[in-house]
């Protein structure tokens, strides 16, 4: 039998303002519901939030105000909808759900809107509301200033206004590929000048990026999500393709022909794929697979050099393996599931 347990219709009336840790999973955030809130979080000493781009509901402010007043906010980054309406509060001396129907919005905050919770201090609940959103958290992506710059700059706030229909699943590549394809357009321009003046070995690290922008601008516009791994936290991959499983890739980028490839480690990816950009409108796909490469390198066909320690993959081999996107997209995700 569940104990602890009462109506809350007007749910800021019932946040005890003593908490100092919350845990909230609403599908949507505005910014009137943050600020109602605002100064209860700006006290707390843990403040973790977990929303979805749904729809395009959720306003941009309100994640920016959240993150003004320090909370860490997640958005939730699979194919299903985000629906959930789960607020966790703690202190010292208690520990309280709130689950219902309210979004974090002054409406749903206030009861202006027709809204029904309950709140609890029941243990079971209590654990499986915490065991609930850290599951969500594990499926999201954390905002950080560059995400928040994507979300600006990918136009999420004219998106959202066309995307009453799609979840936030389907939004996220489309703001991907507004911002990466314009990030690989502008650094494109900058090393062709670098090339005018003979100075590319210079920006060996610009030509890999331009490269990862490159690839992330072409399978967003599949449709697909991609998060970069420019931190290396998960593996030496370069970046997570979400495409039912993580696809994880390195990448080479390339300028000019008939360059070597090099790959300097042979762990944390799935996919090894050389680059080579033309113009901005054309570029060369070569894709190795692990399988492939572990092959290569057993028949001695790939070898290790040890002053560069690194392994060479010469033009001669990789442009076996000239690919398009279209068929590296049919391969990991399935050709039903391109659009």
């Given amino acids: 039998m569940i104990r602890n347990m ?21 599908a949507y955030v505005k910014l009137s519901g943050v600020e109602k809130l605002s100064s209860l979080l700006k006290n707390v000493s843990e403040c973790t939030i977990v ?8 306003e941009l402010e309100g994640i920016k105000k959240l993150k ?34 309210s979004n974090l919005s002054d409406g749903a905050l206030t009861g202006k809107n027709v809204e029904f919770n309950l709140m609890t201090s029941e243990k079971n609940l209590i654990d499986c509301v915490e065991s609930f959103i850290n599951n969500l958290i594990s499926e999201s992506i954390l905002v950080d200033d ?19 229909d799609k979840t936030g699943w389907n939004i996220l590549p489309k703001i991907n590929e507004n911002y990466y394809c314009e990030k690989f357009k502008e650094l494109y321009n900058t090393i062709q000048e670098y090339r ?21 601008c ?20 370069d970046a997570i393709i979400k495409a039912g499983n993580e696809v994880k890739v390195v990448i080479q980028g390339m300028i000019l022909n008939n360059k070597t490839a090099i790959l300097h480690k042979l762990d944390g990816f799935d996919y090894f794929i050389i680059l080579r950009i033309t113009s901005p409108m054309t570029s060369e796909y070569y894709i190795l697979n692990k399988s492939e490469i572990d ?19 010469s033009p001669k081999i990789f442009k076996k393996y000239r690919s398009t996107l279209n068929e590296f997209v049919n391969t990991i995700v399935g050709s039903s599931q391109v659009y």
């Fill in 146 to 164: 560059n995400i928040l710059s994507i979300l600006e700059s990918g136009g999420y706030n004219n998106i959202r206004r066309e995307s009453y």
């Fill in 196 to 216: 005018e003046r003979s100075e590319l070995n210079r920006e060996r690290s610009s030509i890999h990026k331009m490269a990862l922008y490159k690839l992330i």
């Fill in 218 to 237: 072409d399978l967003s516009s599949y449709g697909l999500n991609v998060n970069l791994n420019e931190d290396k936290t998960r593996g030496n991959a």
């Fill in 68 to 101: 003004e007043v320090g909370c860490s906010v997640y958005i939730y980054n699979n194919r299903k909808e985000f629906h959930p309406k789960v607020y966790l509060f703690e202190s010292e001396s208690q520990k309280f759900a709130i689950i219902g129907s």
């Fill in 6 to 26: 009462k109506a809350c219709i007007n749910l800021l009336e019932c946040i005890d303002k003593r908490i100092d840790r919350i845990k909230i999973a609403v």
């Fill in 295 to 313: 092959k290569l390198i057993g028949e001695n066909i790939i070898t290790y050099n040890k002053n560069i320690q690194a392994y060479r993959i």
């Fill in 51 to 58: 929303t979805s781009l749904d729809f395009g509901i959720t």
